[in-house]
């Protein structure tokens, strides 16, 4: 397993970073490498995405034999979305089998925009779909419209686990669909924080129809065959609340105005609706525990 963490990019820790490329460069000969993990952090203030990253991450791909990864965990507050559009890096991850994707709180928030919407699916998810079997995205915003990624063209046939932070449920983006298509093969599931977008605030979107919490979770307790474990959690960090793109508390029912601000559906939102949803969770909690609890006698 490789481990590096790049704390800080700037002009003061130039020669640093020469030196670590060469160092990456020398990968070649670690022929029994098969984990890899980044870590991009920059405390302080904001600054133009630096090319160091895109150097570090050029130096990876050309270091590391094609086909050699199978597990590549990646964190960061900011990214150079250009860094990953590289067939010798689509090479590098060809036979990935676990894949952490990870942006932690940051002031950066619009690079990571780019990055989420336009990079990692088809950069990173759509060249391992042949092989991948656990697979977290944890975002630090809310991911669904814009940005969005676009789960009806992800299929991941030997996907067992999944984890997902952030991400909204609503038509466009497929994501009840997606988790529906792998019933078959999930046998892990966790969301944290993954609320329903009810209907759009302005008049470039149509409105459209949801399915409510109760009905997704009969439809995942009745399709996701082979699961064992499951984790739902709904409760924002009190930092989640500056972020600029936020307002108020979590909501499991949530609007989005032309800024992609999002807010709580109050008219969506009664205490008598969401005693279904927990009513419908508890149920499909059973429904697994009671699976789980089989396969030990």
Not at 37 to 53: A, E, K, V, Y
Not at 146 to 174: A, C, Q, T, Y
Not at 239 to 251: A, I, Q
Request: hydrophobic residues 40%; aromatic residues 10%; glycine residues 6%.
């Amino acid at each position: 397993m490789c481990f590096f963490t790049v704390l800080r990019e700037d002009n003061s820790e130039h020669e640093e970073q020469g030196a670590l490329v060469v160092a990456l460069m020398e990968l070649r000969r670690a022929t029994s490498l098969t984990s890899l993990n980044i870590i991009f952090l920059r405390p302080g203030g904001f600054n133009d995405p630096p090319t160091s990253q895109t150097s570090i991450i050029h130096s990876l791909t050309a270091g590391i034999p094609s086909s050699l990864l199978t597990s590549l965990s990646l964190t960061a507050d900011h990214l150079f979305s250009d860094t990953f559009k590289t067939q010798a890096f689509a090479s590098k991850i060809s036979a990935l089998t676990c894949l952490s994707i990870t942006t932690p709180r940051s002031p950066r928030i619009m690079s990571l925009r780019g990055f989420w919407g336009n990079v990692v699916s088809p950069h990173f998810l759509q060249p391992v779909m042949g092989t991948l079997t656990c697979l977290t995205l944890h975002p630090d915003f809310l991911v669904g419209v814009n940005p969005g990624i676009s789960f009806p063209f992800l299929v991941f046939p030997h996907l067992s686990h999944l984890s997902l932070r952030m991400f909204i449920f609503e038509p466009e983006n497929d994501l009840e669909d997606f988790i529906i298509r792998h019933g078959a093969t999930l046998t892990h599931l966790r969301l944290e924080n993954c609320p329903i977008l009810t209907k759009f605030l302005d008049d470039a979107h149509p409105n459209h129809s949801f399915h409510r919490q109760s009905d997704i979770w009969q439809r995942f307790a009745e399709t996701l065959e082979v699961l064992m474990e499951l984790v739902v959690t709904e409760q924002w960090d009190d930092r989640d609340l500056e972020n600029p793109h936020m307002r108020g508390v979590y909501s499991r029912y949530m609007t989005c105005d032309r800024y992609r601000h999002y807010d709580k559906d109050g008219d969506v939102e009664v205490p008598e609706r969401l005693g279904e949803d927990d009513a419908a969770l508890d149920l499909f909690r059973s429904v697994v525990n009671t699976r789980r609890g089989g396969s030990r006698r």
